[in-house]
């Protein structure tokens, strides 16, 4: 469930490489969109026959939205992150701006679609919110299980794996120097996983809490808060631990990028055409 959302993610720059390995069938996740939000909708709450019915149409309209004004900027960032691989080395400030426009983007997204939050929220009964708490509970056990249960050491093993795969994915084959510093950068960050697990479970708290008064005159601002500024729901540790974080990847970023070879350097464009090349081949896309 979480990578089929993960798709929805704005498609951003250098920043973005090691994200979006989960998007090689873009053209087909975007196509099936209004099936999957649906489908993920249905993970935690069954809809009632006038919900989904009110649904439908909104879904639809955030699709062409996001289509029409939104896809038209990732290829535009695509193009420029193609530029970039082009040239001898990248700091890694100029790949925090890159990060920063992620997160600009992720926040347009919110934007529009708080509206539909809201309303099908207000139009939960009951049972279904019932059925919500039980699935959040139950997906906070799961993460902890996967992600902090396990040592330390386990914890980095597998942060390493997985972004060496994202990397392959973009990069093609990598030399041992790049795997070394995949695995420095994995233990570099230390117990993040409980930080990060933390954070959410105390973001879903509040969301909770505003969920159970949703029918209140302060429901809509207190959801929009959540949704649109979620970094003031952050913890103390999270909030203290997170610059730090995001600097990290920015430099292992960097120093992956400018330790690429030719034959990497080559990956990365053609992967890029090709996303490019399912971006511009969607029907929706502005002609």
Request: proline share 5%; charged share 25%; aromatic share 8%.
């Amino acid at each position: 469930m979480p990578g089929r959302i993960q798709r929805l993610r704005p498609l951003v720059l250098l920043a973005a490489l090691l994200l979006l390995a989960a998007c090689s069938r873009l053209d087909l996740a975007y196509r099936n969109l209004d099936l999957v939000i649906p489908w993920w909708i249905g993970n935690y709450v069954s809809l009632e026959p006038s919900q989904k019915a009110w649904l439908e149409p909104r879904l639809q309209r955030h699709l062409a939205w996001h289509c029409r004004t939104q896809l038209p900027e990732y290829v535009a960032w695509l193009d420029d992150m193609s530029r970039l691989s082009q040239r001898p080395s990248l700091t890694e400030e100029e790949v925090q701006e890159r990060i920063t426009r992620i997160r600009g983007a992720m926040a347009t997204i919110a934007r529009e679609i708080t509206p539909t939050a809201l309303g099908l929220t207000e139009s939960l009964t009951p049972r279904q919110m019932g059925q919500i708490y039980v699935a959040m509970d139950e997906r906070n056990a799961e993460l902890r299980e996967e992600h902090v249960a396990p040592s330390l050491a386990k914890q980095a093993q597998a942060r390493a794996q997985r972004m060496e795969d994202r990397a392959r994915e973009w990069l093609g084959p990598l030399r041992t120097d790049q795997r070394r510093s995949i695995q420095a950068w994995a233990r570099a960050q230390g117990d993040y996983n409980r930080i990060w697990a933390e954070n959410r479970e105390a973001w879903l708290v509040a969301l909770r809490t505003a969920l159970y008064g949703r029918h209140l005159d302060d429901f809509p601002s207190r959801l929009t808060a959540l949704l649109q500024q979620p970094e003031h729901f952050w913890t103390t540790a999270y909030r203290d631990t997170y610059p730090r974080v995001e600097r990290n990847l920015a430099r292992l970023l960097s120093d992956l990028f400018n330790s690429a070879d030719a034959s990497q350097r080559a990956h990365l464009r053609e992967r890029i055409d090709d996303l490019v090349a399912d971006l511009k081949g969607l029907e929706c896309y502005p002609r």
